[in-house]
Nanobody, 126 residues
C-alpha cells in the first residue's frame, strides 16, 4: 500500500498549462503502475492517463492525447501529469492512483487501482 498526495492544481486560462505532481510514501514505488483520473461536477470518474513501472509505456484517453503527458521519477517516488493547451472541459478534480502489478497492461478502470490520493482541483477559465 502506498499513500499518495497530489499537488499543482489551480486556476488557469484556456490554452494555458499546468503540471500536476503526485508523491508517494510507503510501499515500493517502482513496483506500481500509476494512473491519473479526473471527475468533473455531475460527471462520472474518467480515466486520463497511465504509466507502467519503468515509465517506458504510457496510455492516454482520447480526449487528452497530444495535450497531456504522464511521466514518473522512481527515485523521487513521484508521478507527473503535464497538461498543455487546456480547455474548459478539462476542469475537474484530478486524482492519482496506484496499482501494485507486474503486468504490462495499463488499466483504464478506476476499480482496478488500489490506492488513491485526495485529489487536486484544476479549473480552466474561458
Amino acid at each position: 500500500q502506498v499513500q499518495l498526495v497530489e499537488s499543482g492544481g489551480g486556476l488557469v486560462q484556456v490554452g494555458g498549462s499546468l503540471r500536476l505532481s503526485c508523491t508517494a510514501s510507503g510501499g515500493t514505488f517502482r513496483f506500481y503502475i500509476l494512473g491519473w483520473f479526473r471527475q468533473a461536477p455531475g460527471k462520472e470518474h474518467e480515466f486520463v492517463a497511465a504509466i507502467n513501472r519503468s515509465g517506458g509505456v504510457t496510455s492516454y484517453a482520447d480526449s487528452v492525447k497530444g495535450r497531456f503527458t504522464i511521466s514518473r521519477d522512481n527515485a523521487k517516488k513521484t508521478v507527473y501529469l503535464q497538461m498543455n493547451s487546456l480547455k474548459p472541459e478539462d476542469t475537474a478534480v484530478y486524482y492519482c492512483a496506484a496499482k501494485y502489478s507486474s503486468s504490462s497492461r495499463l488499466p483504464q478502470l478506476g476499480s482496478e487501482y488500489n490506492d488513491w490520493g485526495q485529489g487536486t482541483q484544476v479549473t480552466v477559465s474561458s
